[in-house]
Every structure is written in structure tokens, then in C-alpha cells.
């Protein structure tokens, strides 16, 4: 392919060729135009490099940042989904910004994600996957009940541990797995600090934890004798109440449906989703 200013030289030779009869001026004119044809035509190739330079460079930092984040070069997508996965890891972090130097949950962030799978007519399941060590109990159990009311059918892992406000994360959907080796703290609200008002406080809190295991026994199988048993156990952490629960332990208890991975997750989602549809 020819360069445009050999393109440019050659249409002026031409010009000179077919046009010997008219004057200068017009001759001129002819030049001049084809000088304007050959440099528009150069620019626009330019910016076309330069944008399929910045294609080329776009690709690359999101397969740099793929890397980055998640450690391999493509994050696998599937447009056409009906099943949506939400992870709760680290700390649930609630009205006031967690340690910066921990893994967080931000619900500001969650709610506005399950509003929007309820509201996407394609998304008919959500796989809840948990790794928490629990954190503020209102935005937990905020998240929770959001959870539990929503329309779609929900499926929850229990993977590493569920902790503290994590266990009614983990009671919250349709149905619910745990890991074999993965545990759940049970344990009373408590709090850090000074306390002014310890009567007002203590009145405060013994409500709060009758909303929390009131939501537990509603959405699992355990009584409320147990619960309450198990969060006042004192044989089993050292500087608090409460019990540690081991995979099978927790649906012995029957605060857990089952025990399994991610396989029987999703089977047991997809299972629910084709029950809903046949109605």
C-alpha cells in the first residue's frame, strides 16, 4: 500500500497530465486538494493507531488488574445467569469504617446489590457465600432480613466460619450449607468500652438479643432453648461465653440444614429455582 505522500505525488502528476490545458490558478486548486485529501487521510489513520493503541492498553491493565485482584488474567462471565453470587467476607462493617487493615463488608454495599437482583427479572437464585468473622450487629441484621425477604430463592455456604451476627447471615435463605471443616461462634451481644447507663445498656442489649435469636429460631431449625444454651456455655472460649460449632455440629443443632461445598450448593439452588418454576 502506498504512502499518502507518495499517494499525494502521484495525483498531482496526474493532475499535470490530464489538466494541461487549463490554466495555473485552476491547477492550483487541483493541487491544493489533493494535498488536503492526502493529509486528512494521514491524520485519520493516526488517530486510529492511537486508538487501537489505547485498546491494546486497555486490555492489558484489566488483565494487570485481573491478576491484581483475583489472580488469574480473566474473570470467568456468564451473561445469560440465573443464579447471582454475593460473598460476605471479613468484617460486616456497619455506621462507623472498620480497622483499614482488615477485610470488610461494607452493607451499604450489599443492599443496594440485592435490591438489584430482585429487581432483575433474569436472576431467579442467589448463592450466599460466607466468610465472616461478624461485626456491627445492626448492619448484620439488616442484611439478614433483607436477605430473607426477598423473592428470589437463596442458598447459603458456610465456608471458613460464620461468627457472631455471620449466624443469622447464615440462616437467612431458603436453605443453607456448611462446610465440613468450617465453623460458626455462637455467642451473646456484647460491647467494648465505657459504658454510661449500665442498667439503660444492659436493657438495651437484652432486647437486642431477643431480635437476634428471635430471627435464628424463626429462620433455622434450632430452638430457642438450645440457642440460648449454646450462647451461655462457658467451657469453650477462653475470654467470652458462647460455643464453637464444627461443621456437622451445627446441623446437629439444626441451625444449619446440611452439610456440603459448592457443589451441592448450587445443585440444591437450581433444585429449588425448577421447583418455583413448575408452580
Known amino acids: 500500500m502506498k504512502k499518502h505522500e507518495d499517494f499525494c505525488s502521484d495525483y498531482i502528476k496526474f493532475c499535470d497530465w490530464k489538466f494541461e490545458g487549463i490554466d495555473e490558478l485552476e491547477k492550483n486548486a487541483v493541487q491544493n486538494l489533493a494535498q488536503n485529501v492526502a493529509q486528512n487521510a494521514s491524520q485519520s489513520t493516526s488517530q486510529n493507531t492511537a486508538e487501537n493503541n489505547k485498546t491494546e492498553n486497555t486490555k492489558e491493565n484489566q488483565v494487570i488488574q485481573n491478576i491484581n485482584e483475583i489472580g488469574a488474567p480473566k474473570v470467568p462471565t456468564n451473561e445469560n445467569k440465573e443464579i447471582q453470587c454475593i460473598t460476605i467476607i471479613g468484617e460486616i462493617e456497619g455506621h462507623f469504617m472498620g480497622n483499614p487493615q482488615k477485610k470488610a463488608t461494607k452493607y451499604e454495599h450489599i443492599i443496594p446489590m440485592l ?20 461485626g456491627d450487629v445492626e ?25 457472631s451476627i455471620g449466624v443469622p447471615l447464615a440462616t437467612a435463605g431458603d436453605y443453607s450449607f456448611i462446610a465440613p471443616s468450617a465453623t460458626m461462634i455462637v455467642h451473646p451481644v456484647r460491647t467494648n468500652g465505657l459504658v ?25 431449625n434450632i430452638s430457642k432453648e438450645n440457642l440460648t444454651k449454646l450462647m451461655h456455655a462457658k467451657d469453650e472460649l477462653v475470654s467470652d461465653v458462647g ?7 451445627a446441623v446437629e443443632y439444626g441451625l444449619i440444614d446440611e452439610v456440603g461445598g459448592l457443589k451441592e450448593s448450587l445443585t440444591k439452588l437450581k433444585d429449588l429455582i425448577k421447583e418455583c418454576d413448575n408452580k
Not at 430482585?118 to 460466607?130: A, M, N, R, S, T
Not at 439478614?144 to 458456610?158: D, G, Q, R, Y
Not at 430471627?215 to 433455622?220: A, E, H, L, M, N
Request: glycine share 10%; charged share 20%.
Open 196 to 220: 454510661i447507663g449500665v442498667n439503660e445498656t444492659f436493657e438495651y442489649f437484652k432486647k437486642m438479643q431477643e431480635r437476634i435469636n428471635d430471627f435464628i429460631v424463626r429462620t433455622s
Open 139 to 163: 448492619a448484620g441484621l439488616a442484611m439478614a432480613e433483607l436477605i430473607n425477604s426477598l423473592s428470589k430463592k437463596v442458598v447459603t455456604l458456610v465456608l471458613g466460619g460464620s461468627h
Open 115 to 134: 435490591y438489584s437482583v430482585e429487581e432483575d427479572p433474569q436472576i431467579k437464585g442467589i448463592l450466599v457465600i460466607l466468610n465472616t468473622v461478624g
Open 243 to 249: 460455643s464453637v460449632l464444627i461443621g456437622k455440629e
